[in-house]
C-alpha cells in the first residue's frame, strides 16, 4: 500500500534559523516538498519571487481567498500571509510529506481542517541568541525587531498546542532529529487508517 503524504506545520519565533532547517531538511532527504506562501510583505533584499514568497499586492491576496485558494492564512505584525491549496493537495496525493512554515494562528487552522496534520514548533537554544540572529540578519530595523521579539512572547503561549518541540542548536543534529519525528509520526495508527483495515478485513476472511 502507498505510504500518504504528511501535512507537517513547522512554527517557530521569526529568527529561530526555522527557513534554513526547513531547506536542509528538503536538501538532505526525499519525501519532502516545501509549501511556498503567498504574502503582502515586500521582499527582503535577496528574497525572489516563487522561492521564498510568492508576493502579491493586497487585492491579489484577497482574491485568492475568496476563490478559496489558500488551505489557510493569517495577519502577522500587519502583512497577510496565505498557503496555497493547489500545490499542497498535489503533493500530498503524490505521497511527499508537505512541509508547511507557517506562524501559530495558520497552525491551528491547519489542525482544525485536517486532524493529523504533524505540528512541530522550532525554538531557538535561547532567547538572547534569537535577538542575536534578528539583528545578525541586518535586513530589519530596530522597531520591526521589537515587534518580532514582542510577537515571540504572545506565540510562546501556545507552544503547548503543537506535537513536537525541537531545538534548534545545530543545523545537522536537528534536521536528523526533525526527520526521525516525522518517520515516527507516520507510524502512529491515526495516520494509517487503510493499513488497520486492510489488516482487520483479511483476519476476517482466515475466520
Ligand atoms: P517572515 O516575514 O519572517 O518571512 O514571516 C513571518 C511569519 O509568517 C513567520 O512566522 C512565518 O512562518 C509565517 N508565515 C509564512 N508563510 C505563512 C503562511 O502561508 N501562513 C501563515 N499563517 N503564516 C506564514
Redesign the pocket.
Known amino acids: 500500500m502507498k505510504r500518504k503524504g504528511i501535512l507537517i506545520v513547522v ?2 519565533f ?1 529568527g529561530t534559523g ?1 527557513g534554513t532547517l526547513m531547506k536542509e531538511l528538503v536538501r538532505t532527504y526525499d519525501n519532502y516538498a516545501l509549501s511556498v ?3 503582502t ?1 515586500k521582499p527582503r533584499p535577496g528574497e525572489e519571487e516563487g522561492k ?2 510568492f508576493f502579491v499586492s493586497e487585492e491579489e491576496f484577497i482574491k485568492k481567498v475568496r476563490e478559496d485558494g489558500l488551505v ?3 495577519n ?2 500587519g ?1 497577510f ?3 496555497p491549496r493547489e500545490y499542497v493537495e498535489r503533493q500530498l496525493e503524490k505521497g511527499k510529506d508537505v512541509i ?4 501559530i ?3 491551528l487552522k491547519v489542525r482544525e481542517k485536517f486532524p493529523t496534520a504533524l505540528l512541530m514548533f522550532v525554538m531557538p537554544p535561547n532567547a538572547a541568541e534569537l535577538k542575536k540572529r534578528l539583528e545578525g540578519r541586518g535586513t530589519e530595523s530596530e522597531a520591526v525587531i521589537a515587534e518580532r521579539i514582542s510577537r515571540a512572547a504572545v506565540e510562546a503561549e501556545g507552544i503547548e498546542k503543537y506535537d513536537f518541540l525541537v531545538i534548534n542548536d545545530n543545523l545537522e543534529e536537528c534536521t536528523a532529529r526533525m526527520h526521525a519525528l516525522v518517520q515516527a509520526a507516520h507510524s502512529m495508527p491515526v495516520r494509517n487508517p487503510e493499513l488497520i483495515d486492510e489488516m482487520r478485513r483479511q483476519l476476517e476472511a482466515l475466520r
Open positions: 512554527s517557530g521569526s526555522k506562501s503567498m504574502t510583505r521564498e514568497y489557510e492564512y493569517a502577522y505584525c502583512n500571509y496565505g498557503t508547511l512554515e507557517i506562524e494562528q495558520g497552525a
